[in-house]
């Protein structure tokens, strides 16, 4: 697994997770080149770069060409995360699914069945049981594992963690006691489609019968394929979501960067009042890529069919949180707070170029006819909450503090933990640099590394892309992750793309390849030969790769793994000690996949890091309290500023349970019934965060 080169941020001497490194370069004078050794870093001072690019062709940057105001494009990209208005249907927010630490901490109605899976006969079934073949204690459960029926608005049980049991939690190969392949997601909206409105301010969607997510014929809210991660530091990620589909190029339409064919934004030039398109590049943007997703995505928060240019239509001339709460000290929305308060109209246009909105001519868009700051809307949503994004950093946890030289900010206990986790853990091989994982600032400052050969747990060498892994959390079968395509059918992976070069072809994403970074050369010959490239058709480790989360705040982010299968840190840290669930030896496993399509024969695609690591109770313990107080940030315990935030009504499921639900009063014209929600309130929090009678966020299994 390559570790990047951060000997400038090593943490100052004496400090108990350089001591062996340090001991090491000592003992040799002078020193020699050595392989780069991964180590912890604070995050204090590593600041979000300002995206920059091209548009039709010239260089641009986001302050000199797109952005008018900072202040001002905060202010909108944090009303627009929290504003239920949003979603279709006047409920459903980004911040529905990212409130509690920047994630989903509801427990009613979030299972589905696993629709990523690769085998379309099982995808819908919920309570499917582990399959692996001949190996013993493979037996069928459909229940949960508290015995529980499942399924759409079931309420989670803290029996019913981990998903995947075994009779000896040591041997990920003993007999399997319960497993299933449903995953802990995030509840969205209804099924429905999109149907345009006379009335611009409010969507008209037609409901129809849900064949997955119901309950007696009663629709109750769809849920996610995978958990969704925090939206805290996520600025720093090169691509957003597990399997990297939020691409670090943002093309100001749609999560595909430059994959999207249609994509383009619309501007005038000069005295012009005619709007033209023109195609947008902007790097290191993904969590504007990322931004622009949910809004209309089918699951998440919209009825199918809506286009972005309809949600702006919608909502550019509500007043802000119309119906929600701004505290009096917000700590960005504080002058707004009252009932005065401005349209996204007036906010996009404090925030943003005239040159984006000042049109007086209609453009044409999918057909149809929208204004300019209509058709704009998703570049002015996708910046403004990249922006709103880049201010949710957590660099205030005790690690930083013990990182630049207070030796009291962790106790004895939390400091063996964390020489655990750089050393007999390997936990810091995946979870390196600022940030906590390998997904992040290392890539971006060392671009010539997203592409990475290793030794894998077989012992054959394979290309990959550096930040996601396959760590045999469920079957590969389960969910290709960044082994999966776009909607062009273009790999989702570098490393893919890297194979299309190499015979010829074009792909959509820049990027470079630097073979004498790679862990494992292409070569013996020294000095390394740069114009070496790898056998066409080489082996890839792609499929079900998922990008590393982020470790900070950890504790509060549960639950665990893209399938929310761990409830507790405790269980993760279990089954990282046993080297994984996979199921098999490893050169022949359930992380291996045949994928004909891109001819990878795979019998493991397993991490080499992901071995049985033989720790003890006490090595385990010390290693949950580092995770879980040294890598917290009390601003985001307490959601003190910037971590505070307006009021929010979110469904908690549905009024009743997973056997009954009570439905909801007809509207006109709707012949498909749909359940009642059940709703969570939060109130409004200011700068100075929760009350102490509140106490501070606490982790997921506590819900239970």
Partial sequence: MSTLPYRSLIPPLGLACWLPMAAAMAATEPVAPVADVPTLQTLKGVLPPDPSGTEGGRKVDLMTDYVLNRDAAVRLGKALFWDMDVGSDGTTACASCHFHAGVDHRITNQLNPGQANTNANVSSLFNKPFAAGNIPGDVASYTTLSGGKGGPNYTLKRGDFPTHVLADPLDRNSPIVYSTDDVVGSQGVFDANYTKPKQSRFDKCTQQPDGIFQVNNINVRRSTGRNAPTTINAVFNVRNFWDGRANNVFNGFSPFGNRDPDAGIFVTAGRSTVATKVRLALDDASAASQAVGPPGSPVEMSCGGRTFADIGRRILDNLILSRQKIAPTDS?????????????????????????????????LGGANYTQIEANFPLFFGLAIQMYEATLVSDQAPLDAYLQGNTQAMNAQQVQGMEVFVGKGKCVNCHGGPELTNAGTRLRLEPRERIERMLMADNLTTLYDNGFYNIGVRPTAEDLAAGGTDPWGNPLSFTRQYNTLLNGGNVPDPFEVDVCKFEVPLTAAIPCDATAKPAVGFRDAVD???????????????????NGSRSALKQVVEFYNRGGDRRGEDASNTSGFDHPAVNQHNGSNLDADITRLDLTQEEQDALVKFLEVGLTDPRVAWERAPFDHPSLVIPQGEIGNENSVTVRPPDAGVTTPRAQDALLQLREIGAEGRKATEGPLLPFVNDL
């Avoid at 504080?334 to 040159?355: C, E, I, L, N």
């Avoid at 790769?545 to 665990?560: E, H, Q, S, W």
């Fill in 332 to 364: 960005v929305l504080a002058a707004m707070s009252g009932p005065r308060r401005p349209t996204y109209r007036d906010m996009v246009k404090a925030a943003f170029q005239p040159r984006l909105w000042n049109a007086t001519q209609p453009v044409s």
């Fill in 544 to 562: 079900g790769a998922f990008k590393v989360p982020t470790l900070r705040n950890i504790a509060l982010t549960g639950p665990y793994f893209h």
